[in-house]
């Protein structure tokens, strides 16, 4: 098979790495793809916004499968284009694709299905938040209703930083139309995970489930980000509480999907905050997560080309999905000033040094090459993922790998896997 990746991150890296073991490989092109996948695929200069120009490639390029990555060409209709062009594609219409494309319209889909969620308010004036807030009183979380590269979230503990949060999005605009309305959330507390699931339109196969740390500091403290890091398995989740899950979230949503004539057909990512109630949903995604996908895939014994393309097709019985013993830590190499503002341009080294420590994969996030030099090109730079036979293992080789990449002012957290490897240790 001819396959086109769509995308230039650490996902995508992490499904072409993944892509390239398949035997039914022929043939593995990226658009616009990063110098790490450049290593495995031919890459093509077409900006994931362009879907004009992405259908035309799949086309010239004859691809028998596309795998879109990012939210956003998902959300603006690609996959819809390629179907009108006949060029099968693994994810969501733009229709399905709602279901993270807008908060709002997620939590109608939760509330016919009876899905477990957070009580929620949607709000498009300031008025109407400040009334949301006092209700709650002032223990909340403010949601842009739209896509805002997973930076739209704040989970506030006062009042006052509810308003913060109210004026950020409707007043200063900082998220542009995706923060022009606004969810305002019940906060939950207990642990997050995240359960993903290829869909084939009517059929629901879960992957291994994985936990990734949003905030950007140790102890998860400090602002949110798009994720810091990621570990899978989860060690208070195994496979009954995953099927449940599954029974209880993802199934429901595709059959509520296909009820409204919507077909959900690609990965439905739900991330859930485990309450002492049970599991809730916090948000939906119709993609692989970032960085999600850099612990999951290295632990992925089938093939997954075979899986994404049975998911295309509407038949993904057969498709192998189950996990390797081994487990996976993840960390990410961030840029000097992420996630407010990243400096892009700082040179990198020690990359190739890094992926020789035994079990570990380098993961291009955000880089380039300028004059034949790797550099920073975003703000989440490289994912450093380790596998091992055990979480204190797998962050040992991830941290000593980490150790040797140089880039002028990068931060990463030290605490990644902490939590899993003292759990299992316990066990």
């Known amino acids: ?14 499904l072409a790495w993944k892509l390239r073991t398949s035997p039914r490989l022929t043939e593995l092109h990226a658009a616009p793809g990063n110098p790490g996948i450049g290593e495995l695929a031919e890459l093509h200069d077409v900006a994931v916004s362009d879907l004009e120009g992405l259908t035309e490639l799949a086309l010239r390029i004859r ?4 795998v879109v990555g990012p939210e956003a060409p998902l959300v603006g209709g690609l996959v819809d284009r390629l179907a009108i062009a006949g060029v099968p594609a693994f994810g969501p219409t733009a229709k399905a694709a709602q279901l993270e494309g807008s908060k709002a319209f997620s939590k109608s889909v939760m509330d016919a299905a009876g899905i477990p969620t957070a009580r929620f308010t949607v709000c498009d004036t300031v008025t109407a938040a400040a009334a949301a807030i006092a209700d709650a009183g002032g223990s909340v979380v403010i949601k842009a209703d739209g896509l805002a590269a997973g930076k739209g ?12 949060a109210v004026q950020a999005c409707l ?4 998220f542009g139309e995706a923060g022009r309305r606004l969810l ?3 906060r939950m507390s207990g642990r997050e995970v995240s359960v993903l699931a290829l869909c084939d339109g009517e059929r629901v196969v879960p992957l291994a489930p ?3 740390a949003k905030r950007a500091l140790d102890g998860d403290r400090g602002p949110n980000t798009g994720g810091m890091g990621c570990t899978s398995p989860v060690p208070d989740l195994d496979e009954d509480a995953v099927a449940d899950i599954v029974a209880a979230v993802h199934r429901p949503v595709v059959n509520e999907m296909a009820r409204r004539d919507m077909p959900f057909r690609g990965c439905l990512y739900a991330g859930l905050m485990l309450t002492p109630d049970g599991p809730r949903v916090l948000e939906f995604n119709v993609r692989f997560g970032d960085p999600e996908a850099q612990v999951i895939l290295p632990r992925l014994r089938g093939d997954l080309l075979d899986a994404l393309a049975r998911a295309a097709t509407g038949s993904l019985d057969g498709a192998d999905l189950s996990a390797g013993p081994d487990v996976a830590v993840s960390v990410v190499i961030a840029a000097r000033g992420y996630p407010d503002a990243p400096e892009a341009g700082a040179a990198i080294d020690g990359v190739h040094t890094a992926a020789a420590v035994e079990g570990v994969t380098v993961f291009h996030a955000g880089t380039a090459l300028e004059h034949g030099r790797l550099v920073a090109a ?7 993922t380790a596998l091992a036979e055990d979480f204190t293992t797998a962050r040992k080789r991830a941290y000593t790998a980490v150790s040797r990449i140089s880039l002028a002012g990068s931060h990463h957290r030290t605490d990644i896997g902490a939590d899993a490897a003292k759990e299992r240790t316990h066990a």
């Open 171 to 174: 007043v200063e605009g900082r």
């Open 184 to 186: 305002v959330e019940e």
């Open 63 to 66: 691809a028998d499968l596309v």
């Open 210 to 212: 994985a936990r990734d």
């Open 153 to 164: 979230v704040f989970v506030c503990s006062s009042v006052t930083e509810a308003h913060a």
């Open 378 to 384: 975003g703000g989440r730079v490289l994912n450093v």
């Open 1 to 14: 098979m001819r396959v086109l990746v769509v995308g230039s991150g650490g996902r995508e890296h992490a």
